[in-house]
Structures are given as structure tokens and as C-alpha cells.
């Protein structure tokens, strides 16, 4: 059974991550605060850590980079309220491997902690970079390029071309898309996939003569590279 850390201060955030890990068969201890964390994390061995990033007595990018200096290995997951690049690029550099902004829904937490996990416990079976054609994703930094050219997603984006690279040459139904990156099962229908893969299809696809994205009218959409 996997043993989880979470620091987080909002008691109804940890709550509610609490409850949900622990249906899913995860053992979770919880800290309030920076000095909490360190304690627990001095005294017990855990196979991940979830750290938000406002906490009160410590920021947690602080923190993070303080575990680093005696831990590389245990994984981290960063929580932040704040949509800001900065803090994203601040937590990677100091030592975090995901990072994921509140609210969230619990079904992307899930997915994420497994991936980090699944990581750590296969680290040469799966490599953290995807590749498919001439596009590349990078898992642990969450980017992706085409052709060595830089392309910006947001969250969302990223997750449903990540579904896509996991999975190509396959089709991908709106119901599988929505339950994988959405979490929930849509039972008012999945006209906003059609949206969210436009936007996606726009973005590696716009300057590129070669598609990688396509409809099966019907049916859903397959990653595949025609020739
Ligand atoms: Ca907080």
C-alpha cells in the first residue's frame, strides 16, 4: 500500500483529498504547516508527497527544496490556488516533479499520483518523454514540441494530448476522453471535447503540413501519422 504526505493547511482541502485517496486504497497522513511536514517526513518514510504552496509558516516551494537537499528520490506533487507560471517553474526547479492548481478535480489528483508513482517504481520501463512522430512531451515538465518548436498548453490541453500519446493509433471515444482528463462521466453530452480538441488540433497542428489528430466521424478522434 502507498504511503502518502500530504501539507496542507485548508482543512476542508485536505479533507477532501483524504477521503478520496483513502477510497482508493492509499494511506495518507496529513500536516498543517511546514514544521509538521518536517517532522513527519524526518520520522517516517513515505512514497510521495503532496505540498501546497501557501502554507503558514512556510512557503512550499521553500519546503520542497528543503527535502531535496537530504531526499532526490520520494516524489513531489505541488498544490497551488495560484494559476501562475512562476510558481510552476519555481516548484520544478526546486525539486518538484507535477504540479497541479486548486480546484482541481479529484480524478486529475489520482491520475497524476499514479503516474508519479508508476514512475518511481518502474524508472526505465516508462521515460518521461513521449514521442509520436515529430512531437514531443515532456511528462516531467509538462511540454511539448513539435519539431523542436516549443508549443504552450494549458492544462487541459497538455492532459488530453498526453491520453492521445499514451494511446496512438487508437481510436479515443468522447466518453473514454471525457472520464480520462475530465474525471466524470458527462451525461449532458461531450460537445466541449469537440471544443477542447479543436483548440488542441489548432495548436500542433496549425503550423505543420501533417496531421496527427484525426476524426472517425462517429466514433471519436485517433493519433495517427498518415503517410
Ligand atoms: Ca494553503
Known amino acids: 500500500m502507498n504511503y502518502i504526505c500530504l501539507v496542507e493547511d485548508e482543512?476542508?482541502?485536505a479533507a477532501f483529498i483524504c477521503?478520496?485517496?483513502?477510497?482508493?486504497?492509499y494511506k495518507i497522513k496529513t500536516a498543517k504547516n511546514g514544521a509538521e511536514a518536517e517532522m513527519l517526513i524526518a520520522t517516517e518514510s513515505f512514497d510521495l508527497l503532496i505540498l501546497d504552496i501557501m502554507l503558514p509558516d512556510i512557503n512550499g516551494i521553500e519546503l520542497c527544496r528543503q527535502i531535496r537537499v537530504t531526499d532526490q528520490q520520494t516524489p513531489i506533487l505541488m498544490l497551488s490556488a495560484l494559476?501562475?507560471?512562476?510558481?510552476?517553474?519555481?516548484?520544478?526547479?526546486?525539486?518538484?516533479?507535477?504540479?497541479?492548481?486548486?480546484?482541481?478535480?479529484?480524478?486529475?489528483?489520482?491520475?497524476?499520483?499514479?503516474a508519479l508513482l508508476r514512475r518511481k517504481h518502474n524508472p526505465s520501463k516508462e521515460g518521461h518523454v513521449l514521442e509520436f512522430d515529430d512531437l514531443k512531451l515532456d511528462t516531467w515538465s509538462n511540454t511539448a514540441?513539435?519539431?523542436?518548436?516549443?508549443?504552450?498548453?494549458?492544462?487541459?490541453?497538455?492532459?488530453?494530448?498526453e491520453l492521445?500519446?499514451?494511446s496512438p493509433n487508437k481510436v479515443l471515444s468522447r466518453d473514454y476522453i471525457a472520464e480520462q482528463v475530465w474525471g466524470i462521466d458527462f451525461d449532458?453530452?461531450?460537445?466541449?471535447?469537440?471544443?477542447?480538441?479543436?483548440?488542441?488540433?489548432?495548436?500542433i497542428e496549425k503550423d505543420f503540413k501533417k496531421k496527427l489528430i484525426h476524426t472517425v466521424i462517429g466514433m471519436g478522434y485517433i493519433m495517427r501519422s498518415e503517410r
Open 145 to 161: 514540441e513539435r519539431a523542436g518548436k516549443q508549443i504552450i498548453l494549458t492544462a487541459k490541453e497538455y492532459a488530453l494530448l
Open 83 to 114: 494559476d501562475q507560471v512562476q510558481n510552476k517553474v519555481s516548484g520544478l526547479k526546486a525539486g518538484a516533479d507535477d504540479y497541479l492548481i486548486k480546484p482541481f478535480h479529484f480524478g486529475e489528483l489520482l491520475a497524476r499520483i499514479e
Open 19 to 25: 477521503k478520496g485517496l483513502e477510497e482508493h486504497r
Open 188 to 203: 449532458t453530452g461531450t460537445n466541449f471535447i469537440d471544443v477542447y480538441m479543436n483548440y488542441l488540433r489548432k495548436k
Open 11 to 13: 482543512q476542508k482541502v
Open 164 to 166: 492521445f500519446m499514451r
